[in-house]
Every structure is written in structure tokens, then in C-alpha cells.
């Protein structure tokens, strides 16, 4: 009896609290359609810089949906450019030595400024001028040869032609002679053969004589290249500075022996210094070489220089054109590796700032904005971009005031009257 009960109050009990539990959802069901017809009687309020446009369906019912405006007016902006860069140096070379020997003498210390042609470093002269002067008297002797030579070809053509010349009288003598029936045929025929003789005498003189001349040019060439190559070698021996510049490294030392090749120093040129930048595909037609650059390092130190360079085809992993501006740095405040701050300085030009959201895309896929005139008609702006910052974006293409839809277009076509 007693479980009985207790089992008909357990079931009592729980039909109890289910119909609480469904009386609660219930009332929230009704609170929350009330909440939302609240919410939407709310939406259709107008703000005082609102307008409201209405439209009807098929069965008469009246909806109302508002657009918010505002009023833009244009400011001159700056369209310089800025952005960060690195020095580089103009020159930079690893000078070696072309001749072989052991260094004299050092004539120079790390950080050093030389000038263009300053002697560096000299190395021993060794045999090289015993070489010289080897090479200069065998050149005197081969030229004397050809003296000789030519005054000996001489002397034997004109010995040949004094006996060509007789042989030529004796032959007429005998022709005479034989004609006149006072002399034999032998003696016609010596003096032919004689003449003959001396005629091939001539050539053979000729032949002999260029022959020895020939190979004497020859040697004398020679000897020439050879002086010639003594020379320059001696002139390597005195390493010079090679352009102005400061002394980076030194990789040698005085006694020390050198060959062909050896690096000896390496000399950095910082006048004009040059700095590298990357501009973006947006504004690389913006500027041309011959552009003039405002550059400031890290310690504030300002130079003007002028673009030199900009690369005609885009980094590929970044779309970025490479650009170098030349800076006159004779003062050497500049060093090479820094980073700097580049402002290429461009024109001023009328522009409004607006948010991106209210930019508008139509069929043919102009970008633009709509905004109201002063009839009240929705008129669409094409926009052209100058530039985005944090807080909007800097559009081309407006009158100077212009009554802009920021909220709504999306429901409005172009042409229509706002109420």
C-alpha cells in the first residue's frame, strides 16, 4: 500500500515538472517573435541623414528599406611614394697581382682613402731589368744587321749592273763583228752567255738579300714583343689604386711572395653611393629614370639623388621592380649595407577618402560608387585608386562635394528617385 502510493506521487510529480518545462519554452517562442517584430519596426526607422525608398509587391503590401548617405569633399593629396632601401656600393673590386716576386713594400692600411693611380704596393724588380737590357741590345744588333744587310744588297746590284752593262757591250761588239764577217760565232755566244749570267746574277742577289731581310724583321719582332713584355711586367711590379676610393681588406703582407692571381686588397668606391628599393607594379610607371629621390638613413642624415635605373621585368615571387637611385656621398656619410628610407616625390592631386565597402562593381566590371544628386536620383562615379591607408582608401573621380551612399546601394539601381 504504501509503494503504491509512493510510485502514483513519483509519476505525479514528474508530469508536474514537465508541464512547467513546456509552459517555459513556450513563453520564450512568444518573447522571441516579439523581440523580432520589435527589431524589425526598429530597422525602418530613418536617421536624419537617411533617405527611405519604397516599394510595392503584387499584393499591395508596403515595404520600407532606407539608405544612409553622406557628404564627401575632395582634398589635395600627396602622391609621393615611400618606401625602404639599402646602399650599395658603386664600386667594389679584389685588385690582384699580375706578376709574380716578393713584396717590397705595403704603402697602405685598412679603412685608408686612396686616389685613382696611387701606388699600393711595389714588388722586387728581381733579374727583370738585367732582362730589359738583354732584350734592348739584341734588338740594337738585329737593327744593325739590317743595315748591313741592305747596304750589302746594294753594293752587289750595283756591281751586277756594271757588269750587266759591259756584257751587253761586248755582246754588241762581236754582233757587229760576226756581221762584218771579222769575228766567230763562239765569241757571239760567249758574251751572251755572259749577259745572261749577270741577269740571273741580279735576281738571285735580289731573292738572297730579301730572304736575309725577311728573317732579320722576323727576329727584330720578336725581340720587340719580348721588350714589350718586360716592360709591362716591370710596370706590375708598382700596384696602383685602380679608381678613388677606401681601403676594405688587406690580404698580403711586406716579404711575403706572390704569383699571378694573388688577391691583394679590395678597394670600395661610395661616391656616388648607390641604393637599392623595390617598387610595386601599381606605381612603377609612376616614375622614370631621371626621377628625383629624397633619401634618409637611420640617423636622419637626408641626401637627393635621382633614379638610374629600374629593371624591366618584375621580381617573380614578389611582382616588384627593382630600382637603384644615385646619391652624390663625398663626404662618405654613407656606408654600404644601410637602410634607408626613400621618398620619390610625386605631384599633388584632388582626391576623396572613402571606406572601400561602399565601392560598387556594375556588369561590364567598371568600379565606382553611387551616390545622390541634387534631383535625388541614384548617379553612378566610376572611381579610379590612388592609394589605401589604414583608415580608407583614396579614390580619383568625383566632383568636389558628393553626396555618397555608404549604406544600401546594393538595393538601388542607377536612375531611380529616392523619395
Known amino acids: 500500500m504504501t509503494l503504491r502510493y509512493l510510485m502514483k506521487r513519483s509519476i505525479l510529480i514528474a508530469f508536474i515538472i514537465l508541464a512547467a518545462v513546456v509552459g517555459w519554452i ?19 526607422v530613418e536617421s536624419d541623414n537617411s533617405y527611405s525608398q519604397y516599394k510595392e509587391n503584387n499584393d499591395d503590401d508596403e515595404f520600407t528599406f532606407s539608405v544612409e548617405t553622406k557628404l564627401f569633399t575632395s582634398n589635395l593629396i600627396d602622391q609621393s611614394i615611400e618606401l625602404q632601401g639599402q646602399t650599395i656600393h658603386n664600386k667594389k673590386i679584389d685588385v690582384k697581382s699580375e706578376t709574380s716576386g716578393n713584396i717590397d713594400m705595403i704603402k697602405f692600411a685598412r679603412g685608408d682613402k686612396v686616389s685613382e693611380k696611387d701606388e699600393m704596393i711595389t714588388i722586387s724588380l728581381e733579374d727583370r731589368n738585367e732582362k730589359l737590357l738583354s732584350a734592348q741590345k739584341d734588338l740594337e744588333r738585329l737593327n744593325k744587321e739590317l743595315i748591313l744587310n741592305e747596304k750589302n744588297r746594294d753594293n752587289l746590284l750595283r756591281q751586277n749592273v756594271e757588269r750587266i752593262e759591259l756584257y ?13 764577217g771579222l769575228s766567230s760565232k763562239s765569241k757571239l755566244s760567249l758574251a751572251s752567255f755572259n749577259l745572261a749570267n ?54 698580403v703582407e711586406e716579404t711575403e711572395f706572390i704569383s699571378v692571381g694573388t688577391p691583394l686588397f679590395t678597394i670600395i668606391d661610395l661616391d656616388p653611393i ?17 626621377t628625383k629621390a629624397l633619401i634618409e638613413d637611420g640617423n636622419g642624415i637626408k641626401k637627393n639623388g635621382i633614379i638610374s635605373f629600374i629593371s624591366p621585368s618584375a621580381e617573380t ?14 663626404d662618405l656619410s654613407y656606408k654600404s649595407g644601410i637602410t634607408t628610407k626613400i621618398i620619390i616625390k610625386g605631384s599633388e592631386l584632388r582626391a576623396h577618402k572613402i571606406p572601400p565597402s561602399i565601392l560598387t562593381l556594375l556588369d561590364d566590371g567598371t568600379v565606382g560608387v553611387k551616390a545622390v544628386d541634387n ?28 553626396n555618397l551612399i555608404i549604406s544600401g546601394q546594393e538595393y538601388i539601381s542607377i536612375g531611380e528617385t529616392i523619395n
Open 168 to 180: 751587253e757591250l761586248e755582246y754588241a761588239s762581236a754582233k757587229q763583228l760576226i756581221d762584218k
Open 26 to 44: 513556450g513563453s520564450g517562442q512568444f518573447s522571441n517573435n516579439v523581440i523580432a517584430q520589435n527589431d524589425n519596426t526598429e530597422n525602418i
Open 274 to 290: 648607390k641604393i637599392e628599393g623595390y617598387l610595386s607594379e601599381f606605381d612603377v610607371n609612376k616614375v622614370s629614370v631621371g
Open 198 to 251: 749577270a741577269k740571273a746574277d741580279r735576281e738571285d742577289i735580289k731573292i738572297k738579300f730579301e730572304t736575309t731581310l725577311a728573317n732579320l724583321e722576323a727576329q727584330i719582332s720578336n725581340f720587340k714583343s719580348v721588350l714589350k713584355n718586360i716592360k709591362l711586367d716591370i710596370n706590375k711590379t708598382s700596384i696602383k689604386a685602380p679608381f678613388d676610393g677606401i681601403i676594405s681588406k688587406k690580404m
Open 375 to 402: 534631383e535625388n536620383k541614384v548617379t553612378f562615379y566610376p572611381t579610379k585608386t590612388i592609394k589605401d591607408t589604414i583608415d580608407g582608401m583614396w579614390v580619383s573621380g568625383l566632383p568636389e562635394q558628393v
Open 317 to 330: 615571387s614578389t611582382r616588384t621592380f627593382e630600382i637603384t637611385i644615385e646619391a652624390d656621398n663625398k
